[in-house]
């Protein structure tokens, strides 16, 4: 919250850096689901959420430009897992906020942003992450641009494990108990399809 009670700009970052071993190495982002690409569902209820948004992605590039958005790969080499997709959209945020979602949670809930949002401002945290039970969930993080730095070194210093980073930084965790499906999200073939036969996913 800014100083005239204005909430900051935020930016929204779908990663789709990886490598989808566990579905056959797949890009997971352009899997079909429900007749259109994994991704298409992430940027439609993310986007209202958020001023800008970014697609992360190392492969693929072209196919995912085509959603019209600006795409940006790792500058850490090797497909070093979501914190090098989240120090790509960092560098090339220009809002004091960003915000993560993954390709392949199509049921993300459409008051992510806010939840995570409110949350920060009352514990002036530099990152928000959604928990649901006693699970937190890193790629479901809103944080703020000014920890970039911390990041980069701890990046280059070879760090990649997420709580590692996160003992640096004020963290608050924000409950979604009400919403847990909303979280699922597709790591294999299989639950590619068990999810798109489910009757009740919305």
């Known amino acids: 919250m800014t100083k005239s009670g204005v909430s900051e700009a935020i930016t929204g970052l779908v990663l789709a850096g990886g490598l989808g071993r566990r579905m056959g190495g797949v ?24 001023d800008a948004l970014i697609i992360n992605a190392n492969q693929n590039i072209e196919r995912y430009a085509a959603f019209g958005h600006p795409v940006v790969a790792d500058a850490i ?18 809002t004091p906020l960003l915000v993560t979602s993954p390709c392949d949670s ?19 945290a530099d990152l928000a ?9 890193p790629v479901f993080s809103l944080v703020r641009a000014h920890v970039l730095p911390g990041l980069t070194q701890f990046l280059e210093g070879g760090g990649r494990k997420v ?3 996160y003992s640096a930084l004020k963290v608050v965790e924000v409950p979604f108990d009400d919403n847990p ?22």
Do not use: Y
């Not at 992510?112 to 009352?122: F, G, K």
């Not at 073939?189 to 009757?199: F, I, K, N, Y």
């Open 129 to 137: 992450v959604a928990i649901t039970g006693d699970q937190p969930h």
């Open 181 to 202: 499906d909303a979280f699922a999200n597709i790591n294999t073939l299989t639950e590619l399809a068990l999810l798109e036969a489910r009757p009740d996913a919305s």
């Open 27 to 50: 890009d997971k982002g352009l899997q079909d689901f429900r007749d259109e690409p994994m991704v298409a569902h992430v940027i439609r209820r993310l986007a209202p959420q958020v």
């Open 77 to 94: 080499a090797g497909f070093a897992g979501p914190l090098a997709g989240l120090h790509a959209g960092l560098s090339a945020c220009t």
């Open 163 to 165: 709580d590692l980073w």
């Open 106 to 124: 199509p049921f993300l809930p459409l008051d992510l942003v806010a939840r995570l949002r409110a949350a920060r401002e009352r514990e002036d």
